[in-house]
């Protein structure tokens, strides 16, 4: 929970954390330790200073850290936990459902549990869907069509295979596909930040609701016309937030741009934690103002309900969170220091 | 002045000789763009080094992270090829990647000169569609910039729509747009591009016209364009300099011939 100075008290839901691990014994292979390096680049590099860690910490930094950044430190009440697997590059997987929920099961009240399919998983992964709506109740799934696997360097929402466990979250209630798109070797030819084949799917399957984490940067421009005409098309904004300390007038146009074409009602609020911490993000985020020629330009304004609609009524609006229900329950149990 | 004795005074002459080759093969590099953000690799600081033995060159050539995408690297690095090789004293060049997922197929490929279709044989089509992609994008962020001062200059949509080749040519002039009128018109050439005084200097990519009334949506849409490689190309030097250092010899060498390059970035700063 964020106080501003006037006292009133900001319900603040981070779309987007890991709990990861990326130590020596887990890594499998030379594009594990290529996966967490680049990992910590984004994090040295765009974090102030007095948040950068050492890289053994951030290989593997654990549940307790974890819960105090977040919830402690972090002024955040509710965490979505966005699984990442990428079992060809780490020996136990780089955070799963299973790691998660063990921590949920400590915290019932503070995360709320995504699970992750891979289209080329075939039959046995769509059994593995059922069993995760089963055991934790999932509304919301991560996909990460650059996982290599095998062979294959990657797939696309609009592959047969995809279609059918998109056909599967509608009959199993999963109504929020969160897709993250990053570099890949596939299809070779083509642009990996693609979004078009989201946009196919967002046409074909109107009662799911796709979350395209980081606003599809670095291609924010066809993000931006693609979710314009599509209702059911939302951006997360994980790696948008942090160029709020080294970029401000870049994170201004970015988020006059995404207000413009995509709107106030479509965009989460996240770190990305571990990548980056929260409580530097929402400090900066609540006092950003954007600069008068953007305001004009684009006639969009970044007020306080604006911002509280991104810091989390519009993700407690996708996953049904009683804001006021909420706090009621979060209120004793100890993770927040007293403001 | 004392005369060298003749030996040391050859190697002196070989010392110039190679620092010359050096800066001509640097100023090659200076003509080859990354794809996606529209910038020399010059000044992103992608080049690592450059060796000259003889007749043969080695360009060191390095990306902001381990997972850039393979084809603009693949990209890029046949260009490098093929920019140096222009140089008439060059027999052979051999582009080295470094730190790359893809490292040791891209470097194998150009090596022996293969299309990006024989060193990736998964690989469907050629990579022409992806470039063209990307330059019109380059194209709509380079003509905004110069859209965007005008207007910025109290210029009306009627009256900058009139504007002829000839009018950004006498831009040329005015310091703060020069840079980035000079891009404009470099990319329209490039695109073919009516290049005469009384063309129309501003079109879609393809020079069919802009409708009346249609500008601020070529505008909107434009500026996100230009955003996104803006953003992009903050957010790769930054990695890059995570991943490098700031005193990097490429970084130095980029800051030696920033004066002598025929096209500057004038990228806006934010």
């Known amino acids: 929970m964020f106080r501003t100075k006037s006292g009133e008290e900001i319900f603040i839901i981070d779309g987007h954390m890991h709990l990861w691990d990326a130590s020596p014994e887990n890594v499998l292979n030379k594009y594990g330790q290529g996966f967490i390096d680049c990992f910590y680049a984004y994090h040295a590099n765009l974090s102030p200073p007095e948040y950068v860690w050492d890289e053994a910490t951030y290989a593997k930094y654990g549940a307790d850290r974890m819960v105090k950044d977040v919830f402690g430190d972090g002024y955040v009440d509710m965490g979505i936990f966005q699984p990442t697997y990428l079992t060809d590059f780490y020996k136990n997987g780089f955070n799963t459902i299973e790691q998660n929920a063990e921590l949920k099961n400590r915290h019932p009240d503070r995360f709320i549990l995504n699970g992750a399919w891979d289209p080329r998983d075939g039959e046995k992964g769509l059994k593995d869907l059922e069993a995760m709506v089963d055991n934790y109740g999932i509304k919301g799934c991560k996909l990460y069509t650059a996982e290599w696997k095998g062979d294959s360097k990657g797939y696309k929402l609009t592959d047969p295979d995809s279609l059918r466990y998109l056909e599967k979250c509608l009959e199993l209630g999963i109504k929020n596909i969160h897709v993250h798109k990053g570099p890949t070797i596939w299809p070779l030819n083509k642009d990996a930040f693609d979004v078009a084949d989201i946009d196919e799917v967002a046409t074909l399957y109107t009662d799911l609701t796709f979350v395209v984490e980081h606003c599809g940067l670095p291609r924010l421009d066809d993000f931006c016309w693609m979710a314009t005409q599509e209702s059911n098309v939302w951006g997360g904004l994980a790696v948008v937030m942090p160029f709020i300390h080294l970029r401000p007038r870049y994170f201004a146009e970015v988020m006059a741009n995404l207000l413009f074409w995509v709107g106030e009602d479509k965009l989460t609020f996240a770190s990305d934690y571990a990548i980056w911490h929260p409580k530097w993000l929402v400090e900066k985020f609540i006092d950003f103002e954007l600069p008068e020629d953007i305001k004009q330009e684009f006639g969009v304004d970044l007020t306080m309900e604006v911002k509280k609609k991104i810091l989390g009524l519009n993700a407690a609006a996708l996953y049904g969170i009683d804001i006021e229900a909420q706090k009621q329950k979060l209120k004793n149990d100890g993770l927040a220091i007293a403001a | ?270």
């Open chain 2, 1 to 270: 002045m004392m005369d060298l004795p003749l030996p040391l005074k050859h190697m002196e002459v070989m010392k110039e000789d190679k620092a010359n080759a050096s800066e001509e093969v640097y100023q090659q590099l200076a003509e080859v763009y990354d794809p996606e953000l529209d910038q020399p690799l010059t000044e992103l600081g992608f080049i690592g080094g450059v060796d000259i033995a003889g007749e043969k060159v080695t360009v060191r050539f390095r990306l902001p992270t381990y997972w850039c995408a393979a084809n603009f690297a693949y990209m890029m690095a046949s260009d490098i090829r093929e920019r140096v090789s222009e140089l008439p004293w060059v027999q052979k060049v051999d582009v080295l990647l470094q730190d790359h997922f893809h490292d040791e197929e891209i470097n194998e490929g150009i090596k022996h000169g293969k299309p990006f279709l024989t060193a990736f044989p998964d690989a469907t089509e050629s990579l022409d569609d992806l470039r063209e992609t990307f330059r019109v994008k380059a194209f709509q962020a380079r003509q905004e910039r110069v859209l965007r001062w005008l207007k910025g200059k109290g210029l009306q949509e009627e009256a900058i729509l009139e504007m002829r080749v000839g009018d950004l040519e006498q831009l040329l002039k005015k310091r703060p747009v020069a840079k980035q009128v000079e891009r404009y018109l470099n990319i329209r050439h490039e695109r073919g591009l009516p290049g005469d005084n009384s063309a129309e200097a501003f079109s879609h990519h393809d020079g069919t016209p802009i409708d009346p009334g249609g500008l601020q949506m070529l505008l909107n849409k434009a500026s996100s364009t230009r955003l996104s490689m803006e953003f992009n190309t903050a957010f790769c030097s930054g990695l890059l300099n995570t991943r490098y250092g700031k005193d990097q010899q490429g970084l130095q060498n980029a800051a030696l011939l920033k004066d002598k390059t025929k096209e500057s970035t004038g990228v806006i700063e934010a």
